[in-house]
């Protein structure tokens, strides 16, 4: 451990001692964590050399945010060395001013979400007002540290195509990144995009950020906003090795920046449509095609309220998806729902079974008319008739899938003083489908009349405040609130179909009345509400606090991380009830499977049955505390040390 000294301007004495007050508060509340959090932000370091390779102090830089103009000030250290830390992603200037030597600018620097940048400089002696420009990208090679990630840049999220502009599509231009299977947990809800795999890691043990800020669904571990591609300036995809401050969970940590406002103005407008007319027929569609329409429609705008000093930002996105769907099914003939069976393999009668297990043929192989079950019949109301011959392959349905997607972000930058900078961003999702066949990435295809709506309903907050207490020292803070409701809700929500047909043992919650989920072992096709319904209705609070500390060769870097959540999903299984028959009841002799799975459900007889009650609510609250402590030293501008303090 390194001591230190640093004496702070009699004008920041408070505001320093409150952080740090709040550090070790923090601290003695969770000794012993790793850290966990992340930012939107980055930073530029390097040294100071003349032309004959010496180093040089005391040389003024001034760094220059371009399209807002803000500065940042800085001076070379005794070893010649300069940090500035914090820094908002983008395009930046670099003047070095010092007498004796001509003024050098450096141009064209542009900072990408999380990086820390190396950028060295040459002075070459001559008179103050003479200045060397020189226009130069910062290297691609990561010279600071050993971190294993990857910027997607704003160029490649803007003019890849996207087919649904989703931008954690492009997560997989980056090496060992692959997309989940389509039927992993929580992907019937996956309405931003299906998750990522990262280095051979769970899906569900990535993180997402927007701008520093969780956007995390904590019940499904996926991403609960997707924001609009024309919002975002760029999101980089830490793998491993990376830095203290950043991680939380084991896999990767996927974080976008939003774009901010200028001194100019400067949006978008745009609209993408596709229509059957363009597509061909599908081999099951009737003579006439299904219709088909999509359009994804909305803008940007962001320009300055005052110049140099506020600047805000706003974009929407929607989408419009009506898709009709062609699928053939299995379902009961009209004969057969009569309880006719004639022309099939004989049916028995279960109530004949002797002291042999041998049973009786029904009559003609048909069911009595009494001995059909009430609760089968109601069931049979909803189920649609066959629209084709036979007993199989008989009904061919076109519904129709329906997208109705909002998505808004505004946000404001302020610069409150030379000193002090902040920005604030909201933005709130409605995502709504309906799956007019279930979810087909569940494997709970179900016939129409059964489907269900998937809704997401998200609100963010994000708040950054950042203050510079002397051009070595340097406090982050941001704050982030996100909301995330809604689920899966069946077609048939608040009908008691229980009551109508006589089943007993179930739910009486209307927000889970439906029908039961019915399935055979053989001939047709699944019906009924899915067995499964979950929603939730979670809060999440991040609290974040960065200090940047530059201490001659050492860039120590001390945080804390507070995370709060409230955890309400429901998922109550089968609370409609769910139902399995088979041909057990009507075979010839008992302990054979010889009759026919739909002649039992006439008769009420299931192989198995199953009931919820209640809601199956959870009321989770958590609080996670988490610091760091971190030293890169710089022995020389070639090598970088760096030593975790954890406590």
């Given amino acids: 451990m390194i001591g230190m000294k640093i004496v702070p301007g009699r004008r920041n004495m408070v505001r320093l001692a409150s952080v740090l007050l709040l550090f070790v508060f923090v601290r003695g509340l969770c000794p012993g964590a790793l850290a966990s959090a992340q930012t939107a932000t980055a930073e530029i370091t390097g040294t100071v050399k003349d032309s004959s390779g010496g180093v040089v102090p005391g040389v003024k830089l001034t760094i220059t945010r371009q399209s807002s103009g803000q500065e940042r000030q800085s001076i070379s250290d005794s070893s010649g060395n300069y940090v500035a830390p914090s820094l908002a992603i983008g395009e930046y200037t670099i003047k070095a001013e010092l007498e004796g030597f001509k003024t050098q600018i450096r141009q064209g620097i542009a900072l990408q979400v999380g990086q820390q940048a190396r950028v060295d400089l040459t002075m070459d002696p001559g008179e103050v007002t003479q200045q060397i420009t020189v226009q130069e990208s910062v290297p691609q090679v990561n010279t600071t540290n050993a971190e294993v990630s990857e910027v997607i840049t704003n160029q490649r999220i803007t003019e890849l195509p996207l087919n649904g502009r989703q931008f954690i599509q492009l997560t997989i231009l980056s090496d060992n990144v692959y997309l989940t299977p389509q039927g992993t947990r929580g992907a019937a809800l996956g309405e931003t995009g299906r998750t990522i795999v990262v280095g051979g890691q769970r899906a569900g043990h990535n993180m997402y950020y927007l701008d520093g800020v969780s956007i995390t669904d904590q019940y499904f571990n996926n991403m609960v906003i997707s924001p609009s591609i024309d919002e975002i300036q760029e999101f980089k995809i830490q793998k491993s090795i990376y830095s203290a401050e950043f991680g939380g969970k084991a896999s990767a940590s996927v974080s976008a920046a939003t774009k901010s406002g200028s001194n100019n103005f400067?949006?978008?407008?745009?609209?993408?449509?596709?229509?059957?007319?363009?597509?061909?027929?599908?081999?099951?569609?009737?003579?006439?095609?299904?219709?088909?329409?999509?359009?994804?429609?909305?803008?940007?705008?962001?320009?300055?309220?005052?110049?140099?000093?506020?600047?805000?930002?706003?974009?929407?996105?929607?989408?419009?998806?009506?898709?009709?769907?062609?699928?053939?099914?299995?379902?009961?003939?009209?004969?057969?729902?009569?309880?006719?069976?004639?022309?099939?393999?004989?049916?028995?009668?279960?109530?004949?079974?002797?002291?042999?297990?041998?049973?009786?043929?029904?009559?003609?192989?048909?069911?009595?008319?009494?001995?059909?079950?009430?609760?089968?019949?109601?069931?049979?109301?909803?189920?649609?008739?066959?629209?084709?011959?036979?007993?199989?392959?008989?009904?061919?349905?076109?519904?129709?899938?329906?997208?109705?997607?909002?998505?808004?972000?505004?946000?404001?930058?302020?610069?409150?003083?030379?000193?002090?900078?902040?920005?604030?961003?909201?933005?709130?999702?409605?995502?709504?489908?309906?799956?007019?066949?279930?979810?087909?990435?569940?494997?709970?295809?179900?016939?129409?009349?059964?489907?269900?709506?998937?809704?997401?309903?998200?609100?963010?907050?994000?708040?950054?405040?950042?203050?510079?207490?002397?051009?070595?020292?340097?406090?982050?803070?941001?704050?982030?609130?996100?909301?995330?409701?809604?689920?899966q809700l069946s077609e048939n929500r608040g009908f008691n179909f229980a009551a109508q047909s006589g089943i007993q043992g179930i739910s009486t919650d209307p927000l889970k009345m439906g029908y039961p989920a019915i399935s055979f072992s053989d001939a047709y096709s699944n019906m009924g509400d899915s067995s499964e319904l979950v929603t939730r209705r979670d809060n999440s609070f991040d609290f974040f606090d960065n200090i940047s500390w530059i201490r001659g060769p050492h860039s120590l870097k001390f945080g804390i991380y507070v995370f709060r959540l409230r955890f309400n999903p429901q998922d109550s299984p089968n609370a409609r009830g769910a139902f399995v028959f088979s041909p057990r009841y009507t075979s010839s002799q008992a302990g054979l499977a010889n009759g026919n799975a739909f002649a039992d459900f006439l008769l009420g007889f299931p192989s198995s049955a199953q009931g919820g009650i209640g809601r199956g609510d959870q009321d989770g609250r958590t609080l996670w505390t988490h610091m760091y402590a971190q030293d890169d030293w710089r022995a020389r501008s070639n090598l970088t040390s760096t030593s975790l303090l954890l406590k």
């Fill in 266 to 487: 400067h949006g978008t407008v745009f609209e993408f449509l596709r229509n059957d007319v363009f597509d061909a027929r599908n081999f099951f569609d009737t003579a006439q095609k299904p219709p088909y329409r999509q359009n994804q429609f909305g803008g940007t705008l962001g320009g300055p309220i005052k110049k140099d000093r506020t600047f805000f930002f706003v974009s929407y996105e929607g989408l419009r998806v009506r898709q009709s769907i062609t699928r053939i099914f299995n379902v009961p003939s009209d004969k057969v729902r009569s309880g006719d069976f004639s022309g099939l393999a004989p049916i028995y009668d279960p109530l004949s079974t002797d002291s042999t297990g041998q049973r009786v043929a029904f009559s003609l192989n048909q069911i009595p008319t009494d001995r059909l079950d009430k609760a089968a019949l109601a069931f049979l109301q909803k189920v649609p008739h066959a629209n084709l011959p036979g007993e199989v392959q008989n009904y061919v349905a076109s519904p129709s899938l329906k997208n109705n997607n909002d998505g808004f972000t505004t946000r404001v930058d302020q610069v409150l003083s030379q000193n002090d900078n902040l920005f604030v961003r909201f933005t709130f999702a409605n995502l709504i489908t309906f799956q007019p066949y279930g979810s087909t990435q569940v494997n709970d295809t179900l016939i129409p009349g059964f489907g269900y709506k998937i809704t997401s309903f998200a609100r963010n907050l994000a708040v950054n405040y950042t203050h510079i207490f002397n051009n070595n020292l340097v406090n982050e803070f941001r704050f982030g609130y996100l909301r995330a409701t809604g689920g």
